[in-house]
């Protein structure tokens, strides 16, 4: 697995990717969100930039065994912990944090493998869970 820069664009990058692939299925609806959100701009990248990180990020997992589907989270902890380490400003941790819960929500459904990742980011960065929308609450309002 190839080291980013603490902090740098490229590690920011990765986790975004690491959400888009958790669910073991890159969708074409969170494709365009990256596009939509403008995901590469407010991570410091060129949009193909983004993408080569994301292609980068599959090739390491290839690379090192690590894709095993049959997991909830296609990464072990270990490798986890070390991506989530490489991010440690607060400010882009919550940035991170909000373009994956807007990735993982994009198809209505949060899969396993997003929700180990949504999770992991909280606990390593120190994060309180009251920062995740709870979309089930306003929508029980909506329906009322």
């Not at 919550?94 to 994009?106: D, F, I, S, T």
Request: proline letters at 3%; a negative charge.
């Amino acid at each position: 697995m190839r080291k980013y820069a603490q902090n740098s664009p490229q590690a920011a990058a990765r986790i975004v990717a690491l959400t888009v692939i958790a669910d073991g299925d890159v969708a074409a609806a969170e494709l365009a969100l990256l596009d939509e959100l403008a995901v590469h701009q407010k991570l410091g990248l060129e949009r193909d930039a983004l993408h080569a990180v994301i292609d980068q990020f599959c090739a390491d997992l290839l690379s090192s065994n690590q894709l095993a589907w049959a997991d909830a989270c296609p990464v072990d902890e270990y490798t986890l912990a070390e991506l989530m380490g490489e991010i440690d400003d607060p400010g882009l941790r919550r940035k991170v944090l909000g373009l994956c819960v807007r990735l993982a929500e994009v198809d209505d459904l949060v899969a396993e493998g997003e929700s180990v990742v949504l999770m992991a980011a909280l606990a390593h960065w120190g994060l309180n869970h009251k920062l995740l929308p709870d979309h089930g609450t306003s929508r029980s309002r909506q329906a009322a």
